[in-house]
């Protein structure tokens, strides 16, 4: 039996197919889909009927295509809550720019938007379409909002497209779907019963009511892997700097947008968690006094006097082993990545350390995507490519959870979260 066909046997997957060219490519999906076992149903839209015919896909899954919104099954119930309720899992590929924002918007207006509405299985959206409807802000936003709703987006690949163009918004190939639907099977639940917390965002440091000391640190990184935690099961405390994105929904938020706020908060949440993951940028030098009122201009040079900072990680480093959590930090370097990650892994005190680059002309600040390679006491351990954020952090939950789960004593397995491993 392969890994493929384990993850999905047995599992009910609901396929949503909207109205593009790359439809013809949700034939070979479903037929991958039920050759792995899982039971699949398929729902498409009106126009996705203009592109590949109902028939070819009830060959394909010998079970009824939902296309209409007000169709009742044969058992006189309402097939679209039927079939949401029934999903494990629900894939919607091709999702065109319409699907997008009608999903986002909350309009359900067939079968598709409907089951998808309706349901509370995890939904994975495979967009496809022209390059500038993709990169549209519009589109942008709307899939920025499903990924606040938990949807897990398998992005749209570079190539020839319908128009003949070359360009983004080519549908992902079948294979990778499949692979985005069996690795939310085998992960789902993988954190249960841990507590995660994540830093994210840069830290400002007051210089008087108006003016800091910050970073470009937007958050995205930090998000994504509490995003990721929380879809995995984990319960994630998110200790938020100064962040340009939203916190993702359902995970607890303490704000701490200066690095003395943030040492606070991490020192208070860090004994009771499992792992903690210091994506932020914090600050290492803040004023040495904060202006009470707004400085004037006196037409002089200014002199600041900085001091630095605690090392917030590096103390948690140092807590005793029975409240210590699994520790993971983040080296932000400009030059001479492994020497610098390796030396913050050990003078930190930390269990893993991932480097990224920053500052040159790939900037992992402010960016979508992310390389980073992953640092333990034996060297770099990963050769990961270029990767969307949210992509780097499930990569990165699977190689925490590994490590984890190694050196956790089999003992404490069972015992409540937050004491669940400690070091020996
Ligand atoms: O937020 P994004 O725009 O998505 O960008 C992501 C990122 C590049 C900021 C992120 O991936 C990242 O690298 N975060 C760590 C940035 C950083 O502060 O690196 P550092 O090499 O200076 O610090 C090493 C580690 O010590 C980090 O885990 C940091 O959180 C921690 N630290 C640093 C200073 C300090 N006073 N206390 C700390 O705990």
Same mark, same amino acid.
């Given at each position: 039996?392969?890994?493929?066909?384990?993850?999905?046997?047995?599992?009910?997957?609901?396929?949503?197919?909207?109205?593009?060219?790359?439809?013809?490519?949700?034939?070979?999906?479903?037929?991958?889909?039920?050759?792995?076992?899982?039971?699949?149903?398929?729902?498409?839209?009106?126009?996705?009927?203009?592109?590949?015919?109902?028939?070819?896909?009830?060959?394909?899954?010998?079970?009824?295509?939902?296309?209409?919104?007000?169709?009742?099954?044969?058992?006189?119930?309402?097939?679209?809550?039927?079939?949401?309720?029934?999903?494990?899992?629900?894939?919607?590929?091709?999702?065109?720019?319409?699907?997008? &924002?009608?999903?986002? %918007? @909350?309009?359900? /207006?067939? =079968?598709?938007?409907?089951? $998808?509405?309706?349901?509370? #299985?995890? +939904?994975?959206?495979?967009?496809?379409?022209?390059?500038?409807?993709?990169?549209?802000?519009?589109?942008?936003?709307?899939?920025?909002?499903?990924?606040?709703?938990?949807?897990?987006?398998?992005?749209?690949?570079?190539?020839?497209?319908?128009?003949?163009?070359?360009?983004?918004?080519?549908?992902?190939?079948?294979?990778?779907?499949?692979?985005?639907?069996?690795?939310?099977?085998?992960?789902?639940?993988?954190?249960?019963?841990?507590?995660?917390?994540?830093?994210?965002?840069?830290?400002?440091?007051?210089?008087?009511?108006?003016?800091?000391? &910050?970073?470009?640190? %937007? @958050?995205?990184? /930090?998000? =994504?892997?509490?995003?990721? $935690?929380?879809?995995?099961? #984990?319960? +994630?405390?998110?200790?938020?700097?100064?962040?340009?994105?939203?916190?993702?929904?359902?995970?607890?938020?303490?704000?701490?947008?200066?690095?003395?706020?943030?040492?606070?908060?991490?020192?208070?949440?860090?004994?009771?968690?499992?792992?903690?993951?210091?994506?932020?940028?914090?600050?290492?030098?803040?004023?040495?006094?904060?202006?009470?009122?707004?400085?004037?201009?006196?037409?002089?040079?200014?002199?600041?006097?900085?001091?630095?900072?605690?090392?917030?990680?590096?103390?948690?480093?140092?807590?005793?082993?029975?409240?210590?959590?699994?520790?993971?930090?983040?080296?932000?370097?400009?030059?001479?990545?492994?020497?610098?990650? $390796?030396?913050?892994?050990?003078?930190?005190?930390?269990?893993?350390?991932?480097?990224?680059?920053?500052?040159?002309?790939?900037?992992?600040?402010?960016?979508?995507?992310?390389?980073?390679?992953?640092?333990?006491?034996?060297?770099?351990?990963?050769?990961?490519?270029?990767?969307?954020?949210?992509?780097?952090?499930?990569?990165?939950?699977?190689?925490?959870?590994?490590?984890?789960?190694?050196?956790?004593?089999?003992?404490?397995?069972?015992?409540?979260?937050?004491?669940?491993?400690?070091?020996?």
């Amino acid at each position: 039996m392969t890994e493929g066909l384990g993850a999905l046997a047995g599992r009910r997957i609901v396929v949503g197919v909207s109205g593009s060219i790359a439809a013809y490519k949700a034939v070979t999906l479903v037929r991958m889909l039920a050759e792995r076992g899982a039971v699949v149903d398929v729902a498409m839209t009106a126009a996705a009927g203009r592109f590949v015919g109902r028939l070819t896909f009830e060959s394909l899954t010998h079970r009824p295509v939902l296309d209409d919104v007000f169709e009742l099954d044969a058992d006189q119930q309402i097939a679209h809550i039927e079939l949401a309720e029934a999903a494990d899992a629900i894939v919607l590929a091709p999702a065109t720019a319409n699907l997008l &924002g009608e999903l986002a %918007s @909350g309009l359900v /207006g067939d =079968a598709v938007t409907a089951i $998808a509405c309706a349901s509370r #299985a995890p +939904v994975i959206v495979a967009p496809a379409m022209d390059a500038g409807m993709w990169t549209h802000p519009a589109t942008q936003r709307n899939v920025a909002t499903l990924r606040e709703f938990g949807y897990l987006i398998v992005e749209p690949e570079v190539g020839e497209l319908a128009s003949g163009l070359t360009g983004i918004g080519r549908l992902a190939e079948p294979a990778s779907i499949i692979e985005a639907v069996e690795r939310l099977f085998a992960r789902a639940g993988d954190l249960e019963g841990l507590h995660v917390v994540v830093s994210a965002g840069g830290t400002r440091e007051p210089l008087d009511p108006v003016r800091f000391i &910050g970073n470009r640190s %937007s @958050g995205k990184m /930090g998000a =994504a892997l509490a995003e990721a $935690a929380r879809d995995r099961g #984990a319960a +994630v405390t998110l200790i938020a700097g100064s962040m340009s994105v939203s916190p993702p929904r359902g995970v607890t938020v303490v704000d701490a947008t200066t690095a003395q706020a943030m040492r606070e908060a991490v020192l208070r949440a860090a004994p009771n968690a499992d792992i903690l993951v210091m994506a932020a940028a914090v600050a290492d030098f803040a004023p040495a006094r904060a202006s009470q009122h707004k400085i004037k201009r006196s037409g002089e040079n200014l002199q600041i006097e900085l001091v630095p900072n605690p090392d917030i990680v590096a103390e948690v480093g140092e807590m005793p082993d029975d409240v210590r959590p699994f520790i993971i930090g983040f080296a932000a370097e400009s030059d001479d990545l492994e020497a610098n990650a $390796a030396a913050k892994l050990r003078d930190k005190g930390l269990d893993l350390i991932v480097g990224n680059v920053v500052g040159g002309p790939f900037d992992a600040i402010g960016s979508d995507e992310n390389k980073v390679t992953v640092f333990a006491a034996e060297g770099a351990i990963t050769d990961w490519p270029m990767l969307p954020k949210r992509q780097v952090a499930e990569r990165l939950w699977d190689l925490i959870g590994d490590r984890y789960g190694q050196m956790r004593p089999q003992a404490d397995a069972t015992a409540p979260s937050g004491r669940r491993r400690r070091r020996q």
